[in-house]
């Protein structure tokens, strides 16, 4: 799988994978500018922009949460920054047989629509802010 070119050139020249704080999480934060809460909890707020609410409950005051998936109330407490970036950019990278999808990657996928081929779901800022936010979740 590859990971985005827009990422900082200490994280991009590294092959995928290999950019891991242990086994369990990406340390780097993948953009120069700090993650924001604000901007993070909008986002995962906006259904249709992060797709988190799909399989998620998170403490949001947004009708019709997921609830096939980790309800994100304490995700700060249970995970690091580094974890949560993992978990973002690839899933699979912990669980292999995860449903959720690997926000920060554009290796091929099956049944993708053109519009969206070739791209992340959510950009680099957009991860360092939905991490922020789910770090206040205590």
């Known amino acids: 799988s590859t990971l985005r070119a827009d990422l900082p050139p200490a994280l991009a020249a590294r092959p995928a994978?290999?950019?891991?704080?242990?086994?369990?999480g990406l340390?780097?934060?993948l953009t120069a500018t700090a993650g924001s809460a604000e901007r993070g909890r909008a986002l995962v707020a906006q259904r249709q922009v992060s797709q988190c609410l799909l399989c998620h409950q998170a403490p949001l005051e947004v009708p019709f949460q997921g609830d096939i998936s980790t309800n994100l109330a304490g995700?700060?407490?249970?995970?690091t920054a580094a974890q949560l970036r993992q978990r973002l950019v690839n899933p699979r990278r912990q669980n292999p047989a995860s449903i959720m999808p690997a926000y920060f990657e554009t290796a091929p996928r099956n049944r993708v629509g053109a519009a969206w081929r070739d791209k992340t779901i959510l950009d680099a800022q957009q991860i360092e802010d939905v991490i922020a936010w789910l770090q206040t979740l205590r």
Do not use: F, H, I, K
């Open 17 to 24: 994978g290999t950019a891991t704080a242990g086994e369990d």
């Open 27 to 29: 340390l780097q934060p």
């Open 75 to 79: 995700a700060g407490a249970r995970w």
